[in-house]
C-alpha cells in the first residue's frame, strides 16, 4: 500500500518561504492525483492544494497566488512551495491522495510555524 512521508517544515516569519516535499513509496505518485491538507490547532483538516494526473492544479482560495504544488515522477515526490507565508498558514501539513479512499490513512505531517 501506497505510504507517504511529509517532510520540509519550519518556524518562518512572517513573509517567508517555505518547501515542503512528500516521498511516496509502494506505489507511484503518477497513478494518484495528489494533494496537500493541513490542521490547524483546533480545526478540521482541510484541502490547500491539489494536482490532477493532468497536471492541471487547483488550491484553496486562502493560498491562492502564494502557494504551488508540484510533483517530480522521478523523485516519486510532491512539493508544496509556500511563500508570503502568514501566521494563519501555521499547521500541520500531510499529502494524501485527493481520493482518500486510496490513501493508507495519514502520516506525521510537518509541522508549519509562522510567527515572529
Known amino acids: 500500500q501506497v505510504q507517504f512521508v511529509e517532510s520540509g517544515g519550519g518556524l518562518v516569519q512572517p513573509g517567508g518561504s517555505l518547501r515542503l516535499s512528500c516521498v511516496a513509496s509502494g506505489s507511484s505518485i503518477s497513478s494518484y492525483a495528489m494533494g496537500w491538507y493541513r490542521q490547524a490547532p483546533g480545526k478540521s483538516r482541510e484541502l490547500v492544494a491539489g494536482i490532477i494526473i493532468d497536471g492541471s492544479t487547483k488550491y484553496v482560495d486562502s493560498v491562492k497566488g502564494r502557494f504551488t504544488i508540484s510533483r517530480d515522477y522521478a523523485k516519486n515526490t510532491v512539493y508544496l512551495q509556500m511563500n508570503s507565508l502568514k501566521p494563519e498558514d501555521t499547521a500541520v501539513y500531510y499529502c494524501?491522495?485527493?481520493?482518500?479512499?486510496?490513501?493508507?490513512?495519514w502520516g506525521q505531517g510537518t509541522q508549519v510555524t509562522v510567527s515572529s
Open positions: 494524501n491522495p485527493l481520493d482518500l479512499r486510496l490513501a493508507g490513512g
